[in-house]
């Protein structure tokens, strides 16, 4: 209320042409305050990152546009997230976390099916539209292993489209490497939603 009457007080005598002109400078210092405030909330509390390929879907789908939670984010089983790893691909990668440091991953081929600490994972998340069983990875790939502490273990939910912790070419992941969490899908339109 003061900062209208102010504004009112100092238009008083000014031509039109001056009011315009301290109009727009009152509307260029908001944008400005407002763009400033959106950097500094994508760059400390989250981004905005596209995905790339099909090794998540159904839950996700190419050129999705997440919202990734980075600030203050700790891996947590189940969750999707956006992680990094320069000698496995330059380019962001999203997986589904499966068992963080600790927690020991054996991966039954033949009955399409993954455990954690011996406990069958409940997969209601991935893509079984073709039916096929997962497929049966080389010998260097994992079907068991303990996940070290710092690390973890990931999977895309699209399981015979994805290169994941399965294979040596990626591994088990430092979680040094995790971007974030991804929250939600911002666009397009008919994606929009909660990644759970």
């Given amino acids: 209320m003061g900062k209208r009457l102010k504004k009112e007080t100092e238009k008083e005598g000014l031509t039109p042409e001056q009011e315009f002109r301290m109009d727009l400078y009152y509307w260029l210092q908001a944008l400005v305050a407002a763009l400033i405030a959106i950097v500094m909330i994508f760059t400390f509390l989250g981004r905005v990152i596209g995905v790339k390929g099909s ?3 159904p839950t996700l789908h190419h050129g999705d546009m997440m919202l990734v939670q980075s600030l203050g984010y700790s891996p947590k089983q189940g969750d999707v997230v956006v992680l990094t790893k320069e000698s496995f691909m330059s380019d962001a990668i999203v997986k ?5 440091g600790g927690q020991t991953v054996r991966i039954d081929y033949n009955e399409n099916k ?3 600490d011996g406990a069958l994972l409940e997969e209601d998340y991935i893509n079984l539209e073709d039916e096929d069983p997962m497929r049966e990875m080389p010998l260097d790939y994992y079907s068991e292993v303990t996940v070290p502490e710092g690390s973890i273990f990931v999977m ?9 912790s399965r294979s040596p070419n990626l591994g088990l992941v430092d979680e040094r490497y995790v971007i974030g969490h991804v929250l939600c899908v911002l666009f397009p339109f ?3 939603g909660g990644v759970g």
């Fill in 190 to 192: 008919q994606n929009i």
């Fill in 156 to 164: 895309g939910d699209n399981r015979n489209g994805s290169t994941d």
């Fill in 114 to 116: 993954v455990y954690v």
């Fill in 96 to 100: 589904r976390i499966i068992a963080v």
């Fill in 55 to 57: 090794s998540m879907y």
